[in-house]
């Protein structure tokens, strides 16, 4: 009963870290619109990070809290699900995707390069800082790279002098309207420290009283709580007709959670003692999953319903497959 109660926590607890994140990114966003400014910065952080707000937070806090294990199965969960369940359910509902981008298929290998890449890194036993450095390294190669060209409008602005003219104008005008916005702002980012310590909390003692690695609690409870943004904005997406928002967000999540919050967390606290038999199975589930969406994918530029149902079979493969191993 008290492991019921402990699971039926998580949960609750996960439900709120996700609902702390929309209120983050909300407020980060009515931020920006009220000064009146194109900012960048603020841009490229909701952008990169918008659905994985839960994985990070979960990260860091696991990392001070001297459980960074969590999040590395959390991510490699989340990464999993990503491409099975999330896709798997998105595709079932929407009835099948459509495909309109050739160019996405460059992103698709990009992605799986990042999400593997933690797992070589690992061969040793250890992801330690200058593994964090490393993929912390990559993410911003790829944001710099991807976002080369606004970065270029952005030093214009800067050179030209009149950016801080305009910030200091626009703070002016807007100071009263913002108040009220950054009050949104620091109570979201404080409910999501609050949520994800119970959630490190939670799964700690979850861990104790079954027996289960707090590895595999992140693997399997924990990331399928954290990918339901994923989900959210996959649906959304398709019932918008986006295709290419549903694959951009998918991909995106894949690369932030391998590359930018696997890299802060190991450069926070590095993770030790990593058994091979412990993240085996996840690669080669991995390996499947992105295999079949790439396959699924570029044969004839469609997702149809059946395979989606196979992703989503293949998601429940592996879920059971952890529980007994």
Do not use: C
């Amino acid at each position: 009963m008290q492991i019921i109660g402990l699971i039926l926590l998580l949960f609750a607890f996960t439900f709120v870290l996700i609902k702390s994140a929309d209120l983050t990114l909300e407020s980060l966003k009515s931020l920006a619109r009220k000064l009146k400014i194109e900012s960048f910065a603020i841009s490229a952080i909701i952008l990169a990070v918008a659905t994985s707000l839960p994985e990070l937070f979960v990260g860091i806090t696991s990392a001070f809290g001297g459980s960074p294990d969590l999040s590395l199965g959390n991510i490699l969960g989340a990464n999993i699900a990503n491409l099975s369940l999330v896709v798997g359910l998105s595709t079932l509902i929407a009835g099948g995707v459509v495909i309109h981008q050739k160019v996405i298929f460059k992103e698709i290998l990009l992605a799986g390069g990042a999400a593997v890449l933690p797992l070589v890194l690992m061969y040793d036993g250890v992801l330690g800082r200058t593994d964090g450095a490393i993929l912390s390294a990559i993410y911003l190669a790829y944001a710099t790279s991807f976002f080369k060209i606004r970065f270029q409008q952005i030093g214009n602005t800067l050179f030209n002098g009149r950016f801080m003219l305009r910030f200091v104008r626009h703070v002016e005008e807007t100071e009263q309207r913002v108040d009220r916005t950054l009050g949104h702002l620091f109570v979201g980012i404080a409910a999501l420290l609050f949520s994800a310590n119970f959630i490190v909390k939670l799964s700690r003692d979850l861990a104790g009283l079954t027996g289960i690695s707090i590895f595999i609690i992140g693997i399997i409870f924990l990331s399928i709580g954290t990918t339901l943004p994923e989900l959210v904005i996959s649906l959304e997406s398709l019932k918008r007709k986006e295709p290419g928002v549903f694959l951009a967000n998918v991909l995106g999540s894949l690369i932030v959670n391998s590359t930018l919050i696997l890299g802060i967390v190991s450069l926070i606290s590095p993770i030790k003692g990593i058994a091979v038999d412990n993240y085996l199975i996840p690669l080669i589930f991995f390996v499947i999953v992105f295999a079949l969406f790439r396959l699924f994918t570029r044969t004839k530029l469609k997702l149809d319903r059946w395979e989606g149902l196979i992703l989503v079979l293949i998601y429940m493969v592996f879920v059971v497959i952890e529980f007994i191993h």
